[in-house]
């Protein structure tokens, strides 16, 4: 039976259309503290889940994600149709909402400041973002850092949190009653689980925040906490390559990240232990 | 008529609509690709849309001024690559319009930049792109012959640090169409780009036919509605400065031996989009074979319409299929159609059954 | 010479960043060029009187400098940052 579920997450507006078991049940448990509408006046991104083709109803059954008709991915097998409605909404937002600058980084705010978590690989970004929002921050997103061209302020995108691997027991272990959706194991970041977000952050989702700064974070095994100034002109270029749209705002993009930078200082953070790390940046934000 | 067609034929009309109005147009739009175009008519009629609506106009606006900026960029490094050889480079589509600054280049986006080269001098051209970082872009062997034989282009070639792909023509109509003159009987201008210098376009009216042709040997209608848009901005455009410009373009256009395409062109203009032109012109040019004409406006009638549910008819897609045949038959004779199309079902089937890999996704 | 008027310039701590409106790019450039470009910011120089600022304000070996300097008024020019 093809359910639509209406939902507001930060600034956009969501409609998902779907039949599908997996993705109503996940649904359902991950998006239970969010104003789920009946109907809506606008819908920002009109949102698919299906299977096309008949005979990938039966044979190797998989699922399509359909942006209003358009289909911007190949199909992915039925087991993934969950992971692959999160990764298709984090692409509508990353592809299409240029008016913000979008960079690829974990966000997170304590007393009204923003920290913006850029994701180099070997970050932990996303494993980090969710033991800190349980652990006294508020969750903008694990993704997607928006930060808006008309004040410079982050705007949250309020969602449940990506994780893969090792990080989903690790975070079982930290989270006490974590609310994981259905594991989708072989996917081609291989085992996948999203989080619940927390209440709380879900209830201050059309909250922004100004910037304090950004961190670069690295998890190194027994490493103790510990942030190592970097120069702004490193900064600036990792966070062209972590962006998903300076390319396209050209000076608008240039003007926005040349500001934001203004008088900052930004930091290398390596990490082990979560309660240490979540000290450390809190010190930042003090 | 579809709200789109609408609006596109009624700008003002983007005055008093409701968001419920807005979210169907904003699909319309987004499957012709003329969101860009939405915003740069709101712009010229001075409307403002709802506040629920304007990013997502905006940010489409942003795309297309990115590509506008990277085809004036190449405007001058193709040039410059290209300058030791005898060749003159002649930008086409969606490039001329920007090179010429015309109203339907704003808001627009598109994927290539064509140019058009000497053949004689194809391969060394083909040589001299690889080596100033102009890679091709992986396609099976047997596409790239298509693409050398029959569409006469070396296959797509993308940059590998810029990231714009490059179509590199050697004759400016696709050849088996019979009725092909040769690239040396259009007119070519040069028109003055800023900080880029001079570069070589077709003349306005030659443009259009151009533009004319395409439209109609074309067999897959993904950009149609986007095109015969176009064409309908471009006559509104030339008959500001020039009153016959229509006659002038019937006229050239038969000298050409191309005129069908540009009648078909301007029936269907006028029939979607209300392009003004005088009575006489368009009675002369209505059709000569009654069911034939017949046919090809139920067809054409049905696929420059947006493909989108809220407009969507039982009769698009026979009119998609028809339309398919017409423009490969155009394009290609029957002997060689059939082992072509035989052969991309097969290439199509062995992707079927090969194991799904997923494309890059975000993370 | 004169920077190419389709830069726009930030000053950060280390360096200036600039952007190129007609190709996109943004460049970084660290000392001691960076005061090349500050120069010509605040006006349009000869060749021979950025060169002669350069050498003075970096008490530079004179033909080793010359030549990097040169060389980076090359590349400066090439990606659309100097006109000349």
Not at chain 2, 196 to 224: K, W
Not at chain 3, 26 to 54: G, Q, W
Request: hydrophobic share 40%.
């Amino acid at each position: 039976m093809l359910t639509q579920f209406n939902i507001p997450i930060g600034p956009f507006s969501f409609s998902i259309n779907t039949s599908n078991t997996i993705v109503k049940k996940d649904l359902s448990t991950l998006y239970s503290d969010y104003q789920i509408e009946q109907e809506s006046a606008f819908t920002d991104f009109s949102i698919t889940i299906t299977t096309r083709s008949f005979l990938r109803r039966f044979i190797r059954p998989q699922v399509d994600f359909l942006l209003d008709e358009f289909s911007p991915f190949k199909p992915l097998p039925k087991a993934q149709s969950f992971a692959m409605l999160e990764w298709g909404m984090n692409w509508c937002i990353a592809t299409k909402a240029h008016h913000y600058l979008i960079l690829h980084a974990g966000t997170i705010e304590k007393n009204g400041h923003v920290l913006v978590m850029p994701a180099e690989p070997g970050s932990g970004k996303s494993t980090l973002t969710a033991a800190m929002v349980y652990n006294g921050w508020r969750l903008f997103s694990d993704e997607l850092a928006l930060i808006s061209l008309k004040d410079l302020q982050v705007y949250p995108c309020t969602r449940p949190i990506n994780l893969k691997n090792n990080s989903i027991p690790i975070i079982k272990g930290f989270v006490k009653n974590a609310v994981f959706s259905t594991i989708a194991k072989d996917t081609h970041k291989g085992t996948v689980a999203l989080l619940k977000p927390p209440t709380e952050s879900v209830k201050r989702m059309h909250e922004p925040a100004p910037l304090k700064t950004f961190i670069f974070p690295k998890y190194v095994a027994n490493a103790k906490a510990k942030l190592t100034p970097i120069s702004q002109t490193d900064a600036f270029q990792i966070l062209i390559d972590q962006s998903f749209n300076y390319h396209i705002l050209g000076l608008e993009g240039f003007n926005a990240l040349s500001s934001l930078l203004q008088n900052k200082q930004c930091y290398h953070f390596e990490y082990s232990d979560f309660d240490d790390a979540q000290r450390l940046l809190s010190e930042l934000v003090n | 008529m579809p709200l789109l067609i609408n609006v596109l034929t009624t700008p003002s009309l983007l005055a008093s609509l409701s968001l419920a109005q807005w979210q169907i147009l904003l699909s319309q739009a987004t499957a012709s690709q003329l969101v860009g175009r939405l915003d740069y008519l709101l712009k010229l009629t001075n409307i403002n849309p709802p506040k629920e609506v304007e990013w997502h106009l905006s940010s489409v606006t942003k795309i297309a001024n990115k590509q506008r900026q990277q085809a004036l960029r190449e405007f001058k490094e193709v040039s410059k690559s290209l300058k030791k050889i005898d060749t003159k480079l002649i930008f086409l589509k969606g490039a001329t319009y920007i090179a010429k600054n015309l109203p339907c280049s704003h808001g627009r986006t598109f994927s290539d930049i064509d140019v058009l080269v000497d053949k004689e001098h194809i391969n060394h051209i083909e040589m001299v792109l690889k080596f100033s970082g102009w890679l091709k872009t992986e396609i099976e062997d047997y596409n790239d012959k298509y693409y050398r034989t029959w569409m006469h282009e070396i296959p797509p070639l993308t940059h590998t640090t810029r990231g714009t792909t490059l179509d590199v023509h050697h004759n400016i109509l696709p050849s088996t169409n019979k009725n092909m003159p040769n690239v040396d009987n259009f007119n070519i201008e040069t028109v003055i780009v800023d900080n880029v210098g001079e570069i070589y376009t077709l003349s306005d009216i030659d443009l259009c036919i151009h533009n004319a042709v395409h439209l109609f040997t074309e067999s897959e209608f993904h950009h149609g509605l986007r095109d015969l848009s176009d064409f309908h901005l471009l006559l509104i455009h030339f008959q500001k400065t020039n009153e016959c410009f229509v006659k002038q373009l019937i006229e050239r256009s038969k000298d050409l031996g191309l005129f069908d395409y540009v009648r078909l062109a301007i029936r269907y203009t006028h029939l979607s989009f209300n392009t003004p032109i005088d009575k006489v012109t368009l009675a002369e040019l209505s059709h000569q074979s009654t069911l034939i004409g017949k046919l090809q406006d139920v067809c054409f009638m049905q696929i420059f319409k947006p493909n989108h549910s809220s407009c969507r008819t039982w009769k698009y897609p026979i009119a998609q299929w028809l339309l398919y045949w017409r423009g490969h038959l155009i394009r290609m004779p029957l002997r060689l159609l059939i082992p072509h199309l035989i052969r991309k079902t097969i290439m199509r089937a062995k992707d079927f059954f090969k194991k799904e890999e997923p494309d890059t996704f975000l993370p | 010479m004169k920077i190419s008027k389709s830069i726009r310039l930030h000053q950060l701590k280390e360096s200036i960043a600039l952007f190129c409106t007609f190709t996109g790019d943004t460049h970084f450039l660290t000392c001691p060029y960076d005061k090349v470009i500050s120069d010509l910011n605040s006006e349009a120089r000869s060749r021979s009187e950025l060169l002669m600022s350069f050498l003075n304000n970096n008490e530079f070996d004179n033909v080793d400098a010359t030549k990097e300097f040169n060389q980076f008024v090359t590349e400066a020019i090439n990606s659309g940052i100097i006109s000349e």
